[in-house]
């Protein structure tokens, strides 16, 4: 459901594409957020979108920023100086290993090792990778990421006062809901560690866009669960998917062997998300336009690319004219950042931010 306020800015807007940033609705969520999780320290997750706008209103809201390249660190230090970061990623550079942080977050024997070899000093999270089900999650991160339990107990005897173990890191899987995330956390949050990173991954339905995380749950059971120890996560999705809209207009309404298309201008190269989780992105028709259409029948909307991947959302029965407006909702998080502009050199989108 897309606020009264945005839709009447995409009306407004003097070109298309563009990307409309709704900053208080962005604001009023994280406080809402935050204001779940007593006790817990909140960290957002800059993969999920470092748009600068957007960070300056997280900054006021969370306790720092989980960063996963040199890329990041520099952005969110330039803008933020001074704020807390987790540093963290596979395959680390040197370079990035040398970098300051408040936590880096280790992925292997061989990184702690280059770690030490720094001659710095580090606080350090082992990243585990624990051999649990993660029954339900959108993305599992099976494969590369963090350690099992011999590779940590390889680890333990590193430690000393320069290079110090705080405790351990984890992040699951993605699109998993509060009780399998309690659930987890339950599992890991054994006596060991005083400090314990629980990762992000909490559920975004696209869907059904107005099923959201349940924070009041998850704060409730986390602070059940805490115990005295340093308990951190770090969501990205969840906290910017529902600020961000990709505005647009129909182009072309065809019929290809039956079955009704929508072009608009743009395309995925804008917005990557349906592609890259083979979903249809939720959207709504403003009707601004004069031209030919259909009325009442499934329409399938795709970009202006060259590829039969271009598709935002398939067969979706709706009524659509050329000249429409199409808001594209939930589009805040791995969105923007995560598409391919330059494939066929279409103009980029606008970016436009609603400030009240
Ligand atoms: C280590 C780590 N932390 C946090 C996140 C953020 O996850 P999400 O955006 O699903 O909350 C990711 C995403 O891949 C991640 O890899």
Redesign the pocket.
């Known amino acids: 459901m897309i606020p009264p306020h945005v839709m009447d800015a995409a009306l407004s807007l003097p070109e298309a594409p563009a990307y409309l940033y709704d900053l208080p609705g962005l604001e009023a969520h994280v406080a809402a957020v935050r204001k779940a999780l007593p006790g817990v320290e909140l960290y957002y997750?800059v993969?999920?979108n470092p748009d600068a706008e957007l960070l300056r209103v997280l900054a006021g809201h969370v306790d720092g920023f989980?960063v996963?390249s040199a890329g990041e660190h520099a952005h969110v230090t330039g803008l933020f100086p001074g704020v807390p970061v987790a540093l963290?990623?596979p395959g680390k550079t040197d370079a990035e290993l040398r970098l300051p942080h408040h936590r880096i977050?280790v992925e292997s024997p061989n990184e702690l090792r280059r770690l030490l070899a720094t001659g710095l000093e580090a606080d350090v999270l082992l990243?585990v990778n624990p051999d649990l089900p993660v029954e339900g999650a959108a993305?599992t991160?099976s494969g590369p990421?963090g350690m099992d339990e011999a590779d940590v107990a390889e680890c333990l005897p590193l430690f000393g006062d320069r290079v110090r173990l705080r405790g351990v890191?984890t992040?699951l899987a993605?699109?998993l809901d509060a009780p399998q995330l309690l659930e987890l956390a339950g599992t890991l949050l054994d006596n060991r560690y005083e400090e314990v990173n629980l990762?992000?991954?909490?559920a975004?339905s696209y869907a059904a866009p107005g099923d959201r995380f349940d924070w009041v749950a998850y704060g409730a059971g986390l602070a059940g669960l805490g115990r005295g120890r340093r308990l951190r996560i770090?969501?990205?999705?969840?906290?910017t998917a529902y600020c961000g809209h990709y505005v647009t207009r129909v182009v072309d309404v065809k019929r290809v062997r039956g079955e009704a298309y929508a072009i608009l201008l743009g395309g995925t190269h804008h917005l990557r998300t349906p592609v890259t989780k083979g979903h249809d992105q939720p959207f709504t028709v403003l009707t601004t336009g004069t031209g030919p259409g259909v009325e009442e029948e499934p329409v399938t909307f795709v970009g202006q690319l060259c590829t039969p991947k271009d598709v935002f959302a398939r067969k979706i029965m709706t009524s659509v004219r050329v000249g429409d407006t199409v808001v594209f909702e939930m589009a805040g998080?791995?969105a923007w950042n995560i598409s391919h502009h330059d494939f066929l050199m279409h103009p980029k989108p606008a970016f436009h931010y609603l400030r009240s």
């Open positions: 997750a993969k999920a989980e996963s963290g990623g977050h990243r993305l991160m990421f890191h992040h993605s699109g990762g992000g991954g909490m975004v770090e969501p990205g999705r969840a906290l998080a791995y």
